[in-house]
């Protein structure tokens, strides 16, 4: 095996299996099985050539132990002798059409060689990945400042409930939310109406306020509560550090009591508390900033310019007096004025999810 006979990835096809290229291992990952954590179920890998491109490879079972002790992540290999297939992995991690299999044929030698970069990256504009036509299941390279990860989080993708973590860029001193966009809590179709309804009226315990304090600490109820109103002398918004701690006016500038230091980017952040109450009692919830970003469909600093006087937005102050369905953590949390509130995870108005839930609890 010659460098000089080697071929670009980005000719690869599946007329041949006798493919020669020079790459690079840029990530290189386990999948195990749960039973038996001493031998792996396969190894997955991105490869690059000196030319940027790159392409997914798997290694099956019975091929690790012949493979697996001579490929390390970072190193250079010339590499021949592919079962290629086309790409229908889930998620691609590469752009290619096609994807390598490791068989018995299948050459490595390793190769010092500096002409395969350390890294090659492809940025995309958010507005092409946030755009309704894009294939999501194509990873992107995306450039910015990380300025916040949130907490895991369900969220319906393609009529299924997936875990999701989003997060926060930063870009020319602003904060854009470019990884992901909110997904709405109601039904777009029958698929997506089952899952829907077990999260709200199956699967997820029912409470009611007089019983949540009794609730384990970290885990999940269901409330049908009414919001009574906002809780007073609290503002529902704040500047935030990139850390996302409430930020301090500080010589012409802000200072961050958590990172302990001046800062240059802020950006504005909901913090809404309200009180709810049903026929049991009542208690202080609070809507922190991705969840209230989801359920108004606007950033805070958008719905900034309908606050008049700066005073509290309609769409706001419009959900007092109102029923709803609030899915919240019974991890009691304390705010500025020391009142015990509960953080929202989800909330929806939707009516055929209330009455569907008031017909399984027998309320009425």
């Given at each position: 095996?010659s460098?000089?006979?080697?071929?670009?990835i980005?000719e690869?096809?599946d007329?041949?299996?006798k493919?020669?290229?020079?790459?690079?291992i840029l990530?290189?990952w386990k999948?195990w099985?749960?039973n038996?954590?001493a031998?792996?179920?396969?190894?997955?890998?991105?490869?690059?050539?000196?030319?940027?491109?790159?392409i997914?490879a798997?290694?099956g079972?019975?091929?690790?132990?012949k493979?697996?002790?001579?490929?390390?992540?970072d190193?250079?290999?010339?590499?021949?002798?592919?079962?290629?297939?086309?790409?229908h992995l889930?998620?691609?991690t590469?752009a290619?059409?096609?994807?390598l299999?490791?068989?018995?044929?299948?050459?490595?030698?390793?190769v010092?060689d500096?002409?395969?970069?350390?890294?090659s990256?492809f940025?995309?504009?958010?507005?092409?990945?946030?755009?309704?036509?894009y294939?999501?299941?194509?990873?992107v390279?995306?450039i910015?400042?990380?300025?916040?990860v949130?907490?895991e989080?369900?969220?319906f993708?393609?009529?299924e409930?997936?875990?999701?973590?989003s997060m926060?860029?930063a870009?020319?001193?602003?904060?854009?939310?470019?990884?992901?966009?909110?997904?709405?809590?109601y039904?777009?179709?029958?698929?997506?109406?089952?899952h829907?309804?077990?999260?709200w009226?199956y699967?997820?315990?029912?409470h009611?306020?007089?019983?949540?304090?009794?609730?384990?600490?970290g885990?999940m109820?269901?409330?049908?509560?009414?919001?009574e109103?906002?809780?007073?002398?609290?503002d529902?918004w704040?500047?935030s550090?990139?850390?996302?701690?409430k930020?301090?006016p500080?010589?012409?500038m802000?200072?961050?009591?958590?990172?302990?230091?001046?800062?240059?980017?802020?950006?504005?952040?909901?913090i809404?508390?309200f009180?709810?109450?049903?026929n049991?009692?009542?208690?202080?919830f609070?809507?922190?900033?991705?969840m209230?970003s989801d359920?108004?469909?606007m950033?805070c600093?958008?719905?900034?310019q309908?606050?008049?006087?700066?005073?509290?937005?309609?769409?706001?102050?419009?959900?007092?007096?109102?029923c709803?369905?609030?899915m919240?953590?019974?991890?009691v949390?304390?705010n500025?004025?020391?009142?015990?509130?509960?953080p929202?995870?989800k909330?929806?108005?939707?009516?055929?999810l209330?009455?569907s839930f008031?017909?399984?609890?027998?309320?009425e």
């Amino acid at each position: 095996m010659s460098p000089d006979c080697c071929q670009s990835i980005i000719e690869i096809n599946d007329k041949k299996k006798k493919w020669c290229f020079l790459a690079r291992i840029l990530r290189l990952w386990k999948s195990w099985d749960s039973n038996n954590s001493a031998v792996p179920l396969t190894v997955d890998l991105v490869l690059m050539d000196s030319y940027g491109h790159k392409i997914d490879a798997n290694i099956g079972g019975e091929f690790i132990p012949k493979f697996h002790s001579s490929l390390r992540e970072d190193d250079v290999y010339i590499m021949c002798n592919f079962n290629v297939t086309l790409n229908h992995l889930d998620v691609k991690t590469t752009a290619h059409k096609y994807y390598l299999n490791f068989t018995k044929h299948t050459k490595i030698k390793k190769v010092d060689d500096d002409f395969v970069p350390i890294y090659s990256y492809f940025f995309t504009h958010p507005q092409v990945f946030l755009s309704p036509n894009y294939r999501s299941e194509e990873l992107v390279d995306v450039i910015g400042m990380l300025a916040k990860v949130e907490m895991e989080d369900d969220n319906f993708i393609d009529g299924e409930m997936k875990k999701v973590v989003s997060m926060d860029l930063a870009k020319d001193g602003m904060l854009d939310r470019t990884i992901s966009k909110p997904h709405s809590v109601y039904a777009i179709n029958e698929t997506t109406k089952a899952h829907v309804l077990d999260q709200w009226v199956y699967k997820t315990i029912r409470h009611t306020l007089s019983t949540l304090g009794l609730c384990a600490m970290g885990s999940m109820s269901v409330i049908l509560g009414k919001v009574e109103h906002l809780e007073p002398n609290c503002d529902w918004w704040y500047l935030s550090c990139v850390c996302n701690t409430k930020v301090i006016p500080y010589d012409n500038m802000y200072y961050c009591q958590t990172c302990s230091r001046r800062v240059l980017i802020v950006s504005q952040r909901y913090i809404i508390r309200f009180r709810v109450s049903d026929n049991t009692g009542s208690a202080t919830f609070v809507m922190h900033d991705r969840m209230a970003s989801d359920f108004y469909e606007m950033s805070c600093s958008k719905m900034l310019q309908y606050a008049i006087n700066d005073g509290v937005p309609e769409q706001i102050s419009n959900m007092v007096g109102k029923c709803y369905l609030f899915m919240v953590f019974t991890r009691v949390c304390s705010n500025s004025d020391s009142v015990n509130s509960y953080p929202v995870a989800k909330v929806t108005a939707d009516g055929a999810l209330i009455q569907s839930f008031k017909r399984h609890n027998s309320i009425e």
